[in-house]
């Protein structure tokens, strides 16, 4: 009986999440969806170093060899020195990430120079 039990806390957990993480791979939005807003001051701001979510709506596209208009924000979370952005590019849950006025995979790290 323990044996039963233990096998079961072992695989119902791992087959929750092995479903999650396919959900998370793809977003599919309604064709009603709005994006989020973004902050009118902070895009001001940021306007002056080349750092607004137009450019980084660029710069997303470049990355993944897309249009611009494939990329869709679904959160925006920023300040005038830093920012995280999820979106959704060809139907893929991506996130980037601001620095200053450097843009990036959330997965990158910036500091890492021994290659």
Known sequence: MKKIIFTLALIVPTLYFAQDSQKDKKCDLPSTYQEPAPDKKIQSFLKKVDATISDLRKHI??????NESDVVFLRILEQKGNGIYDVCVKGKSQKYKRMGSVFMKNTENPFDVAK
């Open 61 to 66: 596209a470049i990355d993944n060899d897309c």
